[in-house]
């Protein structure tokens, strides 16, 4: 890989995380070569573990020793995940380390069947934390109307959490709201340390241009035609903007100086859908100071190769804010589209989760037979 990655966070302030975890990459080194290459920090989901599991044979030994008994497979697939996490937050310690607690984090989700559980969700976030031990964790937790509380909750005892799944910016904005509140809980321990404490809330980006293109395909019109591709930038950068004003002034203020860090915009979904549009326009356009990029291998590798190194994502915002403001003029309503990405978002996790599941009982009961 070429220097870009590196020069991401050097000149530009952003931090690239892997969206990406399987066993090989750790057994073999890859990890550690992926870290030295700028990556500073790693996300996984259900999605990325449905593929790595049942994708390779790398899992079937360990999985063999745990399945042999009449145990749950839930708790089997969990015992696997874990070690690839424990694996991955070792290799990314020393970034942890170098940056002081910026960068180096690690992220693993709660079930996502718990999206619309609030108590579960935090029960759930709670026992990943313990169990896992890591100071370079985060716990990931949907970013829906019930997983506030949580996030709020967690925040408030000190855990890192990255919170997932945020399609619009009301609901960003509940996030920060969540996170803020949180630390404010939390500090009023006198011996809390609120340096230790970080969190990212993480936009799906791609999802909303192929939504919304849809949308825009459907109308037909020259005017809706002229909006594609142009929606899922436009929000990212009204959400830095609501970012660089959320995180001012005396409330955050009174925060900082106890030791608190910004809640730093994640941008998700970052691989170009649409063969159209450049292979690395959702990382090109969306650079700036405080921010992280979670980009899958092949985004990566892209970016590191001709991506574009540059600060754009304070960059034409009046542009952004007037494609905002057409989109409705086209009958594409953004409150309706974050909703279904949202449902969509969710229930995607939930099937990768529970097809994963059947699969492991189907191995472990060849095993026990």
Request: glycine letters at 8%; a negative charge.
């Amino acid at each position: 890989m070429s220097n870009r990655i590196e020069q991401l966070y050097s000149e530009q302030g952003q931090s690239a995380w892997l969206d990406n975890l399987k066993r090989d990459y750790i057994t073999s080194g890859k990890l550690v070569e992926v870290r030295e290459s700028g990556v500073r920090g790693l996300t996984s989901n259900p999605s990325i573990f449905q593929k790595a599991i049942q994708g390779s044979a790398d899992y079937d030994k360990q999985f063999n020793e745990i399945a042999a008994d009449t145990g749950d497979i839930v708790d089997d697939y969990w015992s696997l995940v874990i070690r690839d996490i424990h694996g991955a937050c070792d290799v990314f310690s020393k970034m942890y380390d170098h940056s002081n607690g910026v960068d180096g984090y690690v992220s693993v989700e709660v079930a996502p069947s718990l999206a619309h559980d609030e108590s579960g969700t935090e029960t759930a976030a709670r026992h990943l934390h313990e169990r896992i031990n890591r100071r370079n964790l985060m716990v990931k937790i949907p970013g829906t109307a019930e997983g506030l509380g949580p996030i709020q909750q967690m925040i408030s005892e000190g855990r890192s959490i990255n919170v997932t799944l945020i399609f619009s910016i009301p609901r960003y904005a509940d996030v920060m709201e969540a996170y803020i509140t949180g630390l404010e809980q939390f500090a009023t321990d006198p011996g809390a340390d609120l340096s230790q404490v970080a969190s990212v809330a993480s936009f799906f980006i791609s999802r909303v241009d192929v939504e919304v293109d849809k949308r825009l395909n459907a109308n037909g019109s020259d005017e809706a035609l002229a909006l594609r591709g142009k929606a899922a930038v436009a929000q990212g950068k009204l959400a830095y903007k609501l970012f660089t004003e959320t995180f001012s002034g005396p409330r955050w203020e009174a925060l900082v100086a106890r030791g608190a860090r910004v809640q730093r915009p994640l941008w998700a979904s970052t691989s170009t859908k649409n063969p159209d549009y450049p292979d690395t326009l959702y990382v090109d356009e969306l650079i700036g100071p405080d921010t992280v990029n979670t980009l899958p291998d092949a985004t990566l590798e892209a970016f590191a190769d001709h991506g574009t190194v540059a600060r754009r994502i304070d960059a034409d915002v009046d542009k952004a804010e007037a494609v905002w403001a057409a989109l409705p003029g086209v009958g594409v309503d953004m409150d309706e589209v974050a909703d279904q990405l949202e449902r969509e978002g969710v229930a995607s996790f939930i099937t990768a989760f529970d097809e994963l599941i059947e699969a492991l009982e189907a191995k472990a009961a060849e095993l026990r037979s």
